[in-house]
C-alpha cells in the first residue's frame, strides 16, 4: 500500500470543531475556519493577537469567569505540559460589527500541548465545541426556565471538574510517595572511597513518569569501583518497587561475581522472577585505578562516556546486548575493556538526560559530548550540575534522568 501524503494545514482547516493554535504568551499563532464561522470573525482579526485581547471578557458581567478559567486552564497546561479538559463554560463574545454588545454563548473547550524536541511546550492546541444550542434546547424542555437549565449544566460541569481535581491531586501525592522512595532507596550522593564522584537523580515534570531510573557505586577489593545505571520500564510506585529489588540485586551480584558481564548474567536470571523488570536496561563499569583499566558491559542500555584528559570523548559502546529478559534462555554477555589516564572522566546516564521526542540518539549523544568536552577540567560535582543545566530541558525532561560522575 503506498503512502498517503497528508495536508495538515487542509486538514487542520477542515477539522469540524473550532481550534486556535496558541504561542506559550497566549497569541493566537493560527485558527481554522470552524472557530472563525462560530465567532463571527475573520482570519487577521485573530492571527497575532493577545487572545484575551481577542477575546475579552463581558464589562458588565460582573459575575463573568471566562478569562479568569481560561487563564488558570492554559497555565497548567504549560506547567505541566499535560492535557487539560475543562468544564462547561459561559463565555459571552462580541458580534460582528458590534463592539461593545456581547451575546450569551456555553462552550466546552479542552487545551493540549504541543511539545517540541526539547520536551518544552511550543504549542497549546485550544480546542472549543460551542454547546449553546444544546442550553438553549435544554431550558426549552425545563419549561422555559434557563436559570434552572444553566445551575443543572454548571453543576455536573463542576463536579466533572472536581473528579479531575480529586485525580489530579491523588496523582500528586502518589508522586510524592514514589519520590520519597526512590530517593530513600538510591544511595545519597558521598565520596566513594578517596575518589572523587558526584551522582544526580532529576525526576520527570507534570505526569508520573518516574522513579524507574536507578544508580549504585560499589567499592571493591584491590581498589577497583563498580559503577552502575539502570532504567526500568513504566512507573510509578511499580517501577519504583522493581527498580529496588533489582539495584539491590545488582549490587549484591557484583560482590560475588566476577566482572560486570557476569554481574549483568546473574541479574538478567534474576530478573525473570521479578514482574515488571523485562525489558530494563542496564550498564555497569568495574574501575580498576592500579591498571588504568575498565571493563564494561551493557544491557541495552546507552553507552557511558569516556571523557579523556586531551578533552576527546569516547564512548563505550564495545559489549552492548539486549535488555534484562529479552531472551528466553540463558546467554553469555558480552565484556569489553579500555584504558585511561589520569585526569579521565567517566560518565554514566539514563536516557532521560539526553533523549529528545522526534530526535535521533546520535544527536544527544552529540551534545553530552560537547558538554564535556567544554567542561572539562571541571570538578565532579561542578561538571554533574553543568550537565544537568545544558542537557535537560529548561522546563524540565519529560522523562527522569539518573546519572553518575566519576573522577579517573
Same mark, same amino acid.
Given at each position: 500500500?503506498?503512502?498517503?501524503?497528508?495536508?495538515?494545514?487542509?486538514?487542520?482547516?477542515?477539522?469540524?470543531?473550532?481550534?486556535?493554535?496558541?504561542?506559550?504568551?497566549?497569541?493566537?499563532?493560527?485558527?481554522?475556519?470552524?472557530?472563525?464561522?462560530?465567532?463571527?470573525?475573520?482570519?487577521?482579526?485573530?492571527?497575532?493577537?493577545?487572545?484575551?485581547?481577542?477575546?475579552?471578557?463581558?464589562?458588565?458581567?460582573?459575575?463573568?469567569?471566562?478569562?479568569?478559567?481560561?487563564?488558570?486552564?492554559?497555565?497548567?497546561?504549560?506547567?505541566?505540559?499535560?492535557?487539560?479538559?475543562?468544564?462547561?463554560?459561559?463565555?459571552?463574545?462580541?458580534?460582528?460589527?458590534?463592539?461593545?454588545?456581547?451575546?450569551?454563548?456555553?462552550?466546552?473547550?479542552?487545551?493540549?500541548?504541543?511539545?517540541?524536541?526539547?520536551?518544552?511546550?511550543?504549542?497549546?492546541?485550544?480546542?472549543?465545541?460551542?454547546?449553546?444550542?444544546?442550553?438553549?434546547?435544554?431550558?426549552?424542555?425545563?419549561?422555559?426556565?434557563?436559570?434552572?437549565?444553566?445551575?443543572?449544566?454548571?453543576?455536573?460541569?463542576?463536579?466533572?471538574?472536581?473528579?479531575?481535581?480529586?485525580?489530579?491531586?491523588?496523582?500528586?501525592?502518589?508522586?510524592?510517595?514514589?519520590?520519597?522512595?526512590?530517593?530513600?532507596?538510591?544511595?545519597?550522593?558521598?565520596?566513594?572511597?578517596?575518589?572523587?564522584?558526584?551522582?544526580?537523580?532529576?525526576?520527570?515534570?507534570?505526569?508520573?513518569?518516574?522513579?524507574?531510573?536507578?544508580?549504585?557505586?560499589?567499592?571493591?577489593?584491590?581498589?577497583?569501583?563498580?559503577?552502575?545505571?539502570? #532504567? &526500568?520500564?513504566?512507573?510509578? !510506585?511499580? $517501577? %519504583?518497587?522493581?527498580?529496588?529489588?533489582?539495584?539491590? /540485586?545488582?549490587?549484591? *551480584?557484583?560482590?560475588?561475581?566476577?566482572?560486570?558481564?557476569?554481574?549483568?548474567?546473574?541479574?538478567?536470571?534474576?530478573?525473570?522472577?521479578?514482574?515488571?523488570?523485562?525489558?530494563?536496561?542496564?550498564?555497569?563499569?568495574?574501575?580498576?585505578?592500579?591498571?588504568?583499566?575498565?571493563?564494561?558491559?551493557?544491557?541495552?542500555?546507552?553507552?557511558?562516556?569516556?571523557?579523556?584528559?586531551?578533552?576527546?570523548?569516547?564512548?563505550?559502546?564495545?559489549?552492548?546486548?539486549?535488555?534484562?529478559?529479552?531472551?528466553?534462555?540463558?546467554?553469555?554477555?558480552?565484556?569489553?575493556?579500555?584504558?585511561?589516564?589520569?585526569?579521565?572522566?567517566?560518565?554514566?546516564?539514563?536516557?532521560?538526560?539526553?533523549?529528545?521526542?522526534?530526535?535521533?540518539? #546520535? &544527536?544527544?549523544?552529540?551534545? !553530552?559530548? $560537547? %558538554?564535556?568536552?567544554?567542561?572539562?577540567?571541571?570538578? /565532579?560535582?561542578?561538571? *554533574?550540575?553543568?550537565?544537568?543545566?545544558?542537557?535537560?530541558?529548561?522546563?524540565?525532561?519529560?522523562?527522569?534522568?539518573?546519572?553518575?560522575?566519576?573522577?579517573?
Amino acid at each position: 500500500m503506498s503512502r498517503v501524503e497528508i495536508d495538515y494545514a487542509a486538514v487542520f482547516q477542515a477539522l469540524p470543531g473550532g481550534v486556535l493554535l496558541l504561542t506559550p504568551e497566549l497569541v493566537i499563532a493560527e485558527v481554522n475556519e470552524s472557530l472563525l464561522q462560530r465567532a463571527g470573525r475573520e482570519r487577521g482579526q485573530l492571527v497575532g493577537r493577545y487572545l484575551f485581547d481577542a477575546f475579552p471578557d463581558n464589562p458588565d458581567d460582573p459575575a463573568a469567569t471566562g478569562i479568569r478559567n481560561f487563564r488558570a486552564s492554559l497555565e497548567r497546561v504549560l506547567a505541566t505540559g499535560r492535557c487539560d479538559t475543562m468544564a462547561l463554560q459561559r463565555y459571552d463574545i462580541e458580534p460582528p460589527g458590534r463592539p461593545g454588545v456581547f451575546e450569551e454563548r456555553y462552550w466546552s473547550p479542552v487545551n493540549a500541548p504541543v511539545l517540541g524536541p526539547d520536551g518544552r511546550v511550543r504549542l497549546i492546541v485550544h480546542r472549543v465545541e460551542e454547546v449553546t444550542d444544546i442550553v438553549r434546547v435544554g431550558a426549552r424542555h425545563h419549561g422555559g426556565d434557563r436559570e434552572r437549565m444553566e445551575a443543572e449544566l454548571f453543576g455536573r460541569a463542576q463536579e466533572l471538574q472536581e473528579v479531575n481535581d480529586r485525580l489530579r491531586r491523588s496523582h500528586d501525592r502518589e508522586r510524592e510517595v514514589v519520590l520519597a522512595l526512590q530517593e530513600a532507596m538510591l544511595p545519597a550522593p558521598r565520596l566513594v572511597g578517596h575518589h572523587r564522584a558526584a551522582v544526580r537523580y532529576r525526576p520527570a515534570v507534570g505526569a508520573l513518569n518516574v522513579c524507574g531510573d536507578w544508580y549504585d557505586l560499589a567499592e571493591l577489593s584491590g581498589d577497583r569501583m563498580a559503577v552502575s545505571v539502570g #532504567d &526500568v520500564v513504566g512507573h510509578g !510506585l511499580d $517501577a %519504583a518497587c522493581v527498580m529496588g529489588q533489582l539495584r539491590s /540485586a545488582l549490587s549484591a *551480584a557484583t560482590l560475588v561475581t566476577e566482572g560486570p558481564a557476569r554481574a549483568l548474567e546473574v541479574l538478567g536470571i534474576y530478573a525473570r522472577s521479578v514482574e515488571g523488570a523485562e525489558s530494563t536496561t542496564a550498564v555497569q563499569a568495574v574501575v580498576d585505578w592500579p591498571t588504568h583499566t575498565l571493563a564494561y558491559s551493557s544491557a541495552g542500555h546507552l553507552p557511558p562516556a569516556l571523557l579523556h584528559p586531551d578533552g576527546t570523548v569516547e564512548l563505550l559502546d564495545g559489549a552492548t546486548d539486549p535488555p534484562l529478559g529479552a531472551r528466553p534462555e540463558h546467554v553469555a554477555r558480552p565484556e569489553a575493556g579500555v584504558a585511561f589516564e589520569d585526569g579521565a572522566v567517566l560518565v554514566l546516564y539514563t536516557d532521560g538526560l539526553i533523549e529528545r521526542r522526534h530526535e535521533d540518539i #546520535d &544527536v544527544g549523544l552529540g551534545r !553530552l559530548a $560537547a %558538554a564535556l568536552t567544554r567542561h572539562r577540567g571541571a570538578g /565532579a560535582e561542578e561538571l *554533574a550540575d553543568a550537565l544537568l543545566v545544558e542537557l535537560l530541558p529548561p522546563g524540565g525532561a519529560t522523562d527522569d534522568a539518573a546519572l553518575v560522575v566519576l573522577l579517573l
